[in-house]
């Protein structure tokens, strides 16, 4: 059966939309959500600790965000992923301006169109190593927010968790937000522990589904990266009965998107496409903490598919009638 895009859809307030994270960022709102029942508790981040038992795993995805809006005469590129040594996918706009074959001089950077996709991917050859854009971008570029973000952050740090760590992501695992480093001690002397993936966030995490059904939609691939050290380790919490709690739905997209295509959580450096939707069977999380996502959005199915789409969207109202703050600088939900 065909799933309606429209059942994951709901009326949110613009004032609502969050422009900055609170400071403190632990001292944000904290929704907690138990998933058998549906009921919640209205708290503050730093509360999590609270809902953490010693022996937790919790697992970040520990990628870092570089200014990958460029912007040339007329034109903005923005970078999406290093598909080769020079290679990138990008999106141009306005799109109509460039054709296959064309060069474009972004500053002291200049790149050639490859190829134009029906999709709105532009395949770009660049005059330098991924890494050379990269350093050029964040020199360069600016910081990538998503368009319902007004004003540009101050600092690149404002868009960036604590624990950031490997370069490549065009948009934040926004959850991790909400850690600061006196948190992320408290949680360890508690005797939570912590695990790092990678996945580097792409453009399509964030794109409205724009088919009628779900099925239809097409996902992303996005890089993701597990040590098979890190594997080990969740496994073996998962043997012993202990939680395994991710932190936002990108680290959940690496370790059930793994699990999904290996039959099993290990060692694992590739791409994922996999779009979580209800029935999914989740085979390793078994705790989420995440944003407040978007309306028909591939990160609200996710979260529905966890937590069951009725006790999200009656938590997603409750949450507007708290004055809750949404998405990417917003408050947060804890789903157990």
């Known amino acids: 059966m065909s799933v309606s895009t429209n059942l994951f859809d709901y009326l949110l307030p613009l004032e609502r939309i969050a422009q900055h994270s609170i400071e403190p960022r632990d001292h944000s709102r904290l929704m ?13 981040f730093f509360d999590v600790v609270e809902e953490l038992c010693a022996g ?12 990958a809006r460029l912007r040339g005469k007329g034109l903005e590129v923005f970078l999406l992923r290093a598909t080769g040594e020079k290679r990138w996918e990008v999106m141009v706009r306005p799109g109509r301006k460039v054709v296959e074959g064309q060069e474009i001089d972004l500053g002291g950077l200049k790149g050639n169109i490859l190829e134009k996709r029906a999709d709105g991917i532009v395949l770009m050859q660049f005059d330098r190593s991924s890494d050379e854009v990269i350093a050029f971008a964040n020199i360069h570029g600016e910081i990538p927010v998503p368009p319902y973000v007004k004003e540009q952050p101050a600092d690149l740090a404002n868009y960036q968790t604590v624990y950031a760590q490997t370069t490549g992501s065009v948009a934040a695992p926004t959850a991790g937000f909400h850690f600061t480093e006196r948190l992320m001690n ?17 453009i399509g995490t964030f794109r409205p589904m724009k088919t009628a059904t779900l099925e239809e939609h097409e996902m992303h691939s996005e890089f993701v990266s597990l040590s098979e050290e890190v594997a080990t380790r969740i496994n073996q919490a ?22 999904f295509v290996q039959k099993r959580l290990c ?3 590739g791409d994922i496409n996999l779009f979580i939707k209800p029935g ?5 999380i078994d705790g989420l903490m995440t944003n407040f996502h978007l309306p028909k959005s591939t990160l609200l199915v996710l979260v529905s598919a966890f937590a069951g789409r009725e ?17 990417s600088f917003g408050d947060a939900m804890f789903i157990s």
Not at 186 to 202: A, D, N, R, Y
Not at 280 to 284: L, P, R, V
Not at 312 to 323: D, G, P
């Open 32 to 44: 907690v959500l138990d998933r058998a029942t549906g009921a919640w508790k209205h708290k503050r």
């Open 56 to 67: 937790d795993v919790l697992v970040f995805n520990d990628t870092k965000v570089f200014r």
């Open 186 to 202: 408290e949680l360890k002397v508690k005797g939570i522990q912590f695990e790092f993936v990678t996945l580097h966030v792409g």
């Open 238 to 259: 998962k043997q012993e009965g202990r939680r395994v709690v991710a932190v936002g739905t990108t680290t959940v997209r690496t370790l059930e998107g793994i699990a």
């Open 267 to 269: 060692g694992y450096t």
């Open 280 to 284: 999914f069977a989740f085979k390793i």
């Open 311 to 327: 006790n999200i969207l009656r938590a997603y109202q409750e949450a507007i009638a708290q004055q809750y703050r949404f998405f």
